[in-house]
């Protein structure tokens, strides 16, 4: 039976640790933890056996994105990528990712688990830097970046078909889930009274996430 | 403190609101594959990909009520399981045989072990399996996605402390079963 490390609060974060969701400083903090910690680098090498097991193919994106819908601009104006609020979160987002890249390659040695193409797949959906610095200037390049594969995610993805988390509810058991979603649904509706307060790009009120 | 992509998100989505095309498919590269994978881990077996393009069409078509105090992820995740959820109603309706009988799980491992060489992912599998299922889909949001217990819960309906018991619940489940040999 493994042990479970004493400290809690860092154990709760190796799961983030693990998918490079952390901030760079903690992400440094748990990272020099499991150096000195035996209980959490094993409990570390487990959480990526779980989320190996339950990988997928990379989505065909270009698919994907043709049966989009489109949108016209509502006006002219400075093109987005010209505004310096947007200048800034790419360039902060580009620092974020690389040093969060930095201490993930650091990390790979210590494994052993051939672990190096879940952390890729952890960064390229998530890490905004790559696809945000080969688009200004837009270009039609990062477009296919990740498309690279055209292997429908049904194809050969060992994580098909696996879970029975959803399937295994009674009737009654979805019908209730299905209600209870429904209050999610509401604000899934459009509502185009309420599209100006809707998004704030430079996010700053949001997401102090603070994860103990 | 969790790395903070909402800024990003909220950039792209601003862009494509202003015309550019380019901005939906980096949303899409970003999300994608992150989707399939959840749908995957709530049981779905046939056409991820077509459930991951029509919660993409969902919610671009209402991605003005989308609000930015939540994760475009979180927000994609409550999309993606809704459809599930209808999907698998529908199936039920048609008498599709969606239930799980008693040895069906067995006969599932079975076919995922002709499919599947890896011994490890099919140990791992079949310990999380063994979990509840608000367990189970708790644990796999944070362990696969690295999601924060108050997205989790957005996604399946709980409270941020209620899943960050069920996770260690699950945690401490996984390790009696799989943790000797890990
Ligand atoms: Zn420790």
């Known amino acids: 039976m493994m042990r479970d490390c004493p400290d809690g609060e860092t154990r709760d974060l190796l799961p983030l640790f693990a998918r490079g969701r952390l901030a760079p400083l903690d992400q440094a903090r748990v990272e020099s933890h499991i150096e000195t910690c035996g209980e959490c680098a094993a409990e570390l090498r487990l959480l990526r056996e779980v989320a190996r097991a339950y990988d997928v193919a990379p989505v065909d994106v270009s698919t994907i994105v043709a049966g989009l819908p489109t949108r016209r601009p509502a006006r002219a104006g400075v093109p987005f990528h010209r505004q310096p609020l947007w200048r800034v979160a790419a360039g902060l987002t580009l620092m974020i990712t690389g040093a969060a890249a930095v201490l993930l390659v650091r990390d790979q040695p210590a494994l052993d688990l051939g672990l190096s193409s879940i952390d890729s797949l952890a960064l390229a959906p998530t890490g905004g830097g790559k696809g945000l610095v080969s688009s200004v200037p837009v270009t039609g390049a990062a477009a296919g970046t990740t498309a690279a594969s055209t292997d429908p995610i049904g194809g050969g993805a060992p994580a098909m078909g696996f879970g029975v988390s959803l399937s295994d509810l009674t009737d009654a058991q979805l019908e209730s889930l299905l209600a209870s979603l429904e209050r999610i649904e509401g604000t899934v509706l459009p509502d185009p009274e309420t599209m100006a307060k809707v998004i704030n790009p430079s996010g700053s009120d949001q997401d102090t996430g603070r994860e103990s | ?182």
């Open chain 2, 1 to 182: 403190m969790i790395k903070d992509e909402r800024a990003v998100d909220a950039a792209l989505i601003a862009r494509w609101k202003g015309g550019d095309q380019l901005a939906a498919t980096m949303l899409v590269e970003r999300h994608a594959t992150a989707l399939a994978r959840f749908a995957a881990s709530s049981g779905v077996r046939e056409r991820v990909d077509e459930l991951v393009q029509d919660t993409f069409v969902r919610a671009f078509n209402s991605i003005d009520s989308f609000r930015a105090d939540s994760a475009l992820r979180t927000w994609l995740f409550t999309i993606m399981k809704r459809l599930i959820l209808d999907r698998m109603r529908a199936e039920r309706r048609q008498g599709v045989a969606v239930e799980l009988e008693e040895g069906h799980a067995v006969q599932a491992y079975d076919a995922l072990d002709a499919m599947v060489a890896d011994e490890t992912a099919q140990r791992v599998r079949r310990a999380v399996d063994s979990l509840s299922p608000m367990q189970r889909e708790v644990f796999l949001l944070r362990v696969t996605e690295g999601m924060a217990y108050g997205d989790i819960a957005k996604v399946v309906g709980s409270t941020e402390g209620a899943c960050r018991v069920h996770y260690h619940n699950a945690m401490r489940s996984i390790k009696e079963i799989i943790g000797d040999d890990a």
